[in-house]
């Protein structure tokens, strides 16, 4: 399908830090491939002046996620340190970007860029209706923030050549979901400015 960017859209940019990179803590296969689709799309929104939001883990140290805290995963995006940033080569506009972190409190987790942020009013503040969604995880943080993004009435638009998942059954699974919930699969050739 074809679709144009409009002024209502926005561009979510999930998780784009070093410990989800190949190699980092908790690596994305072929993460790092995807930045340069990525950046392509981030042009193509800072050319319309397009609000794009980059969201980052930003866990304490004890976070409940971790495995010696009672979570299923290595301690990783650990905020303020190396693995925590975003990944060095992905473009990140000077203005019109807004940075959102989750999974700030020790007890809670948030797979979702909406999840305890402000994200939804930042962009109802600017009238967006559609979120075109790019980033890791495709079977964790961007499902979950696609779902959320549904969930709150906006109609979501999944970036396929922008996305890679941990696990690959789960990540077939996850965007089928996602289908079923009305979000789009587009590719970069398929979205026009
Ligand atoms: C994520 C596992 C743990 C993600 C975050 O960004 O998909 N996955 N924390
Ligand atoms: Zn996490």
Redesign the pocket.
Known sequence: MKVAISNRDALIV??MQND?MPLGV?PVKEADRIVPVINNYVEKFERKSLPVFFTR?WHPENHT?FRDFGGV?PS??VAGTEGAKFYPGLKIPADNKFIISK?TSPEFDA?SGFQGTILDSLLKERGIRRVFICG??TD???KNTALGAINLGYQVFILSDGIKG?FEDLSETSLKLLMEEGASLVSYDEVSV
Do not use: N, T
Request: glycine letters at 6%.
């Open positions: 999930v998780d989800f908790l883990d996620s995963w990783h995006c999974g797979y890791v995880a964790f943080c961007v941990v």
